[in-house]
């Protein structure tokens, strides 16, 4: 098998390693793979192991032996799937490697945005701490988590996880699923449909998959529902969230807080309109919540198993 890894610098910029892929056929490693390279790395491919590159029916069509597609990530919208299908070419994601990063990411923004850490510590270090005459100092409100109600959209692997989290910090929380889930209530904990969560909520946090359905779903109108001077946070696509609605809450003061470690268009573009909110209470970080090493050492082991267990001919993990 002809093994190529197509985007492998993201996934693995040096401190893992791909020999787990070498058992299965030779492997060829490319730190990234822009569109007008593709077709001629796609040819002899086999296997093609990739990030972000988006494998249309052009693609595909450029990959006349290629037999798997084994994606490093849980997303699978970057492969067109009717098209792979057609060409007999089987999909494999790697579900829940980062579970419980995306939950600490989550609570890392909202620490962020209530204690404001990194820019006390920044004072301290640039010598406003020496300067002071008081024994104490803070230059932004500080806000208590305890008490408050966090509002989960979507009570999957992460939503729960991010719940248990929220309950050992004193929070109460209530959640919206497209399905009952009687099993995940309890003592501070209830499912409650949109609207009640939007307008309940001190903090709505969103962890629902890209869909047509969830496109846009947190608009204008969805914050309008919200608190006056609730925090949203944004750990799931970019795509969910309306930025310019978000930008434009964010400078009324609707929305007391925003946190994202997503946006719709990655890399960001240099117009997106959070841009526009340095200054307000926001804090966005580059979609690094899914990379620590632990995480990252999972999600290559699992591509590994897949590619192994397609060799195999007993495939796992595949999308349809």
Not at 118 to 126: K, R
Not at 139 to 159: Q, R
Not at 170 to 178: A, Y
Not at 260 to 286: F, R, W, Y
């Amino acid at each position: 098998m002809n093994i190529v890894v197509f985007d492998g610098y993201v996934n693995n910029p040096g401190d893992l390693s791909w020999d787990a892929l070498k058992q299965y056929g030779t492997v060829t490693v490319y730190d990234r793979t822009p569109r007008n390279e593709l077709q001629e790395r796609a040819r002899q491919a086999d296997i093609a192991v990739s990030s972000k590159v988006f494998w249309d029916a052009e693609a595909l069509s450029w990959a006349p032996n290629l037999k798997m597609i084994a994606l490093t990530s849980t997303g699978y919208n970057v492969v067109d799937l009717d098209a792979a299908r057609s060409h007999g070419v089987v999909v494999s994601n790697v579900p829940a490697y980062s579970t419980p990063d995306v939950a600490q990411m989550t609570f890392a923004l909202l620490l962020e945005l209530c204690l404001h850490v990194g820019y006390h510590s920044e004072l301290v270090m640039d010598g406003a701490w020496v300067k002071s005459p008081d024994f104490s100092f803070w230059k932004t409100p500080l806000v208590e988590i305890a008490g408050k109600t966090l509002g989960i959209v979507g009570m999957g692997h992460i939503g729960q996880a991010v719940c248990r989290i929220a309950r050992a910090f004193g929070m109460d929380v209530v959640f919206e699923n497209r399905s009952p889930k009687p099993d995940l209530e309890g003592e501070g904990v209830r499912q409650v449909n949109l609207d009640e969560l939007l307008a309940s909520s001190d903090v709505v946090t969103l962890h629902v998959p890209a869909t047509p359905e969830t496109s846009g779903m947190m608009d204008a109108g969805a914050i309008a529902k919200m608190k006056d001077g609730a925090i949203l946070l944004n750990t799931a696509r970019g795509t969910l969230v309306d930025e310019q609605a978000v930008a434009d809450a964010l400078h009324a003061g609707k929305l007391g807080g925003f946190g994202a470690d997503v946006v719709s268009v990655e890399p960001m573009k240099a117009d997106n309109p959070l841009l526009s909110c340095k200054g307000e209470n926001i804090v966005v970080t580059p979609h690094i919540a899914w990379a620590t090493h632990e995480a990252r050492e999972r999600l290559l082991a699992t591509v590994a198993a897949n590619v192994g267990a397609f060799v195999e001919g007993k495939p796992q993990n595949v999308v349809d």
